[in-house]
């Protein structure tokens, strides 16, 4: 999978190659940065300007960005998003969506945002990271492209640890332990050392659950749960404990 991404600080990018994707990058993705400076109106580097009908800061130019999308292969262009404030929200299913592309070009706006006409004539798709705003889009094409890196195929070591993430089947995952035993005076779930697995599993299922149930409940409204899960949840909210 390609990702090309327009920006004016292709070197913020350099972080993904920290972590365990940095092991297939260039593997099984690959990001090439476009600098959009390169194609600035003037000497200093203008990419800029200010708003018409007035307003605060700076705009970006159309021209500087249709000439920097003009720098990318035609072949490896693939699906322009522009990451946006305005655009419709990332989510876990849009993730896998996107991870199913071969190519995918993130436009990174910075100042007051990038001129309408270049969104109107060259953006397939708006994506915003949530309901707050970033100085730049840089951030949140990284947030994008490590997500949906995860979810590319072979991406990542151990693919149950991603079919098992939160969001995966629509729930939050349940809580998590390791070594030791005992940690100020707090006992792993004794569960968990039993070597039982079938009650291992059903105790992941129901601690799920219950996750989901106390912090997100809207999800559980969205989710078909199955006969097992929906018979684990009606016990668990007979007794009333956690
Ligand atoms: C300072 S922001 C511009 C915000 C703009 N003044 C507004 O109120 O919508 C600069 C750039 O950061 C990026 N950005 C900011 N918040 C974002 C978000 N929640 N999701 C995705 N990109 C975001 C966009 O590319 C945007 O053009």
Known sequence: MNFNVLTIFP????VLNTGVLSKE??????????????????KHGQIDSKPYGGGEGMVMMPKPLKNSLKDIPKSKAGHVIYLSPQGKKLNQTKVVELSKKKSITLICGRYEGIDQRFIDSYVDEE???????????????VCLIDAVARNIPGAIGNKDSVLNDTFSNGLLKGHVYTRPEKFEEIEVPEVLLSGNHSKIKDWNTLNSLIQTKLRRPDLLNKVKLTKKQKKLLEEWESKDIL
């Open 11 to 14: 070197e913020i990018f350099s």
């Open 25 to 42: 990058l260039g593997k099984s993705f690959f990001i090439d940065c476009y600098d959009i400076r390169k194609h600035a109106i003037n």
């Open 127 to 141: 994506i915003s990271i949530g309901d707050f705003v970033i100085s730049g889009g840089e951030f949140a094409a």
